[in-house]
């Protein structure tokens, strides 16, 4: 390839990375959500469910319960709680295409599902390896219905169907790397961080196997505690750092959002992050206690 | 091309040439003039020749192997950088090293050696042993009054280990544990096998229950011992000696430790937080030790380096923090922290953050600025006045952890009518 063509490759991939993170979304805050609709504030909340129209749910973990709210407009209205003794620790939430909330309850270590009338509809049973050799840190849900489940207790991602069978198992690397979510992409690449080693690793949807998609990235994230995939981008929720950091799906730092504070468009802590389609951004605050929600401006 | 190879040529021939004999060649030295015509200036130096251990080219009175004549621009008129120096005759650290010993990574050469003599073997700066104390005082000092000594240690640290480095096994080690241990200690001989309750534990990590330095206990086993392995009760964790699954254990990861520790983990279990560190991969195996440790409560090491395994992250902030929490300081994390689960936030041992705090400090007991329930933030509605409201538990890069580099700029984010 001659010399010229060659530079000019480079520069436009230069460009065009210049570009993406010229790009990366601004969070700007909009809106927080206090407390339920009779005033009780929320307490430690770390989990938040978005994108089924125009609801949300919050995970009050330190209410032990589930707050069911509208968000419209700009406005969120509504806030009755819900209270399940299924699932009394609720942190970690996500809505599936039938109006079904998926539940991660970290005193029982199980996830559990509650219909659209609020009922408690049994918890997800595993099928295929030992029920008992499986403790869930995370989980998310694909448009297919599958459970995408990372097995703290046997450091793997399982994929599993929506009864609950397995389907596919990804090993994660050991000590010292340490996993606190995962996440998939509509086209079924699995990615998983490492909170521990600042590291995000993948598997596209036919591999057998995680490979390292992004490392080194500690100077950038504390300890991550939570991962969504977005139009094209990871988000990590820098739960020790207290911001959001943007990568590219090949890996990419686009940049980092929000920093420690008490006041609203700061975080403490912070906890699950679900992005909508219509581009906002709700992030439980965890120990602000409240939900925040942002506009996502390029 | 080919110019390419004959440069490539002279380079390799260069290189194998000896420094001295380079150097010789470079300034155009008289046979027998370099060292002797520095010696006439340098007078005191030749008390160096006269010592035990002399470096060859000072031997050789080649002083420009090392040193510029003229000028330099490093110090001691050195030809080079003092690390490229030594590494020009000595590459002490092989590619793909498992190990490597911290000055050697670092080429820090002087700090173990004299470049030009020294009353010791190798022109160490130091007798062996106290030399490697310098560093390893905590090490040796135990050793030394260790009431079960190992041989070796006593013959001298390079016995087991490489002062440079290991290409095949951690700790600057000569061979991987278990292959150094049996060297010596013959895993075919009855008295072992019995000294091991009729296990196999020649493929086993004999570190794991022995301190290979010395230690109080008979057969050098650490001095923190769990319980059954000092009743030699191996078989209440472990399949039966000479079973076919051989030393395995006999359940895995909690269920094991749950037959002895039942009301333990039960009540680990029962809080709201389960450190994830508990429930991941081998469990209480991630902090813990089965066998035998150092440290109280059979940790795998103390607790700042068990936690940093993890939280690396805080581990590096607090140590760039120019004011520190005093537990933090003392690497003491489970002064606040419950290692194992809770119901409070951060694994908080006490319920909130004014008890964890006034646990030592009772400030609240006097004088202090108003906090508690009934103490709103004016920050944020869902939040009250804790000692977390101005300062962070680990330490900040300002005095008394405060949150703000002056104490004004810290109240006036509450106190907004003060704001200049």
Request: proline fraction near 6%; charged fraction near 20%.
């Amino acid at each position: 390839m001659p010399r010229d063509w060659k530079i000019s490759i480079g520069f436009a991939a230069l460009l065009a990375a210049a570009t993406a993170r010229a790009q990366a979304p601004v969070l700007t805050h909009t809106v927080s959500i206090y407390e339920d609709e009779k005033g009780q504030p929320l307490k430690a909340p770390e989990g938040v469910a978005c994108g089924d129209g125009e609801r949300l749910v919050v995970a009050d973990t330190g209410n032990g319960r589930l707050l069911r709210l509208l968000y419209r407009n700009g406005v969120v209205s509504g806030g009755t709680p819900l209270v399940l003794s299924q699932l009394p620790y609720p942190v970690r939430l996500q809505l599936d295409g039938q109006g079904v909330l998926w539940v991660l309850d970290r005193k029982v270590r199980r996830i559990g599902r509650v219909d659209a009338s609020g009922a408690f509809a049994g918890y997800l049973e595993v099928k295929g390896v030992p029920p008992e050799s499986v403790v869930p840190g995370a989980f998310k849900l694909d448009a297919g219905g599958n459970v995408y489940l990372l097995d703290l207790a046997g450091v793997r991602a399982l994929v599993l169907d929506a009864s609950g069978a397995v389907q596919r198992q990804l090993d994660l690397p050991k000590k010292p790397a340490f996993f606190t979510d995962l996440a998939v992409d509509p086209a079924g690449t699995v990615y998983a961080v490492d909170a521990s080693g600042g590291a995000v690793w993948s598997a596209p949807k036919a591999a057998k196997a995680f490979t390292l998609l992004a490392k080194g990235l500690k100077d950038n994230m504390s300890f991550p505690g939570s991962l969504t995939v977005s139009r094209g981008r990871l988000y990590v929720v820098d739960q020790n750092g207290d911001g959001v950091v943007v990568l590219g799906l090949d890996g990419t730092y686009q940049g980092r959002q929000l920093g420690i504070g008490w006041s609203e468009g700061l975080v403490y802590y912070p906890g699950q992050l679900c992005l909508d389609e219509g581009g906002s951004a709700f992030l439980a605050d965890r120990y602000n206690n409240r939900v925040q929600i942002f506009s996502m401006k390029k | 091309m080919r110019s390419r190879i004959a440069a490539l040529l002279v380079t390799l021939l260069a290189s194998a040439m000896p420094t001295a004999a380079l150097a010789q060649a470079k300034f155009k030295l008289k046979p027998g003039a370099g060292g002797q015509a520095c010696l006439e200036c340098h007078g005191a130096f030749a008390d160096q020749l006269r010592k035990a251990s002399v470096h060859t080219p000072v031997k050789a009175k080649e002083c420009t192997g090392c040193h510029n004549p003229h000028a330099s621009d490093h110090k001691a008129l050195l030809g080079a950088d003092p690390s490229r120096s030594c590494l020009a005759c000595h590459a002490m650290v092989p590619e793909g090293a498992k190990s490597v010993h911290q000055p050697a990574a670092e080429v820090r050469c002087t700090g173990c050696h004299d470049p030009h003599a020294s009353p010791n073997k190798f022109n160490l700066v130091k007798p062996a042993g106290e030399l490697c104390a310098s560093c390893h005082a905590k090490l040796t000092q135990a050793a030394a009054k260790a009431g079960a000594k190992h041989r070796p240690v006593e013959q001298g640290c390079t016995t087991c280990h490489d002062p440079h480095a290991s290409t095949s096994a951690p700790h600057v080690l000569k061979k991987a544990v278990p292959a150094l241990c049996v060297g010596c200690h013959k895993v075919d001989k009855p008295v072992f096998a019995k000294r091991h309750f009729g296990y196999d534990v020649s493929k086993s990590d004999c570190v794991s229950c022995h301190d290979p330095h010395g230690s109080s206990r008979r057969g050098l086993l650490y001095d923190k011992v769990h319980s059954p392995v000092a009743k030699g009760m191996c078989s209440q964790c472990h399949q039966a000696p000479g079973s076919a699954a051989g030393f395995q254990p006999k359940q895995a990861g909690v269920p094991l430790c749950q037959t002895c520790h039942g009301p333990k983990v039960a009540q680990i279990l029962s809080k709201n937080r389960v450190h994830a560190a508990a429930l991941a991969g081998d469990a209480c195996l991630e902090c813990h030790s089965p066998h035998a440790s150092k440290v109280k409560g059979l940790l795998r090491a103390e607790p700042a380096r068990t936690c940093g395994s993890c939280h690396g992250d805080t581990m590096r902030r607090t140590a760039a923090a120019a004011s520190k929490h005093q537990p933090v300081a003392d690497g003491d994390c489970t002064s606040c922290h419950d290692p194992h689960s809770g119901d409070a936030p951060l694994l908080f041992a006490k319920a909130s953050v004014l008890d964890t705090c006034g646990g030592c400090h009772d400030w609240l007991k006097h004088a202090s600025h108003p906090m508690g329930e009934k103490v709103k933030d004016p920050r944020n509605r869902n939040l009250r006045v804790d000692c977390l409201s101005c300062h962070r538990g680990h330490g900040t890069g300002y005095k008394k952890m405060l949150l703000n580099a002056t104490q004004t700029e810290m109240c006036t984010k509450c106190h907004e009518k003060y704001q200049r």
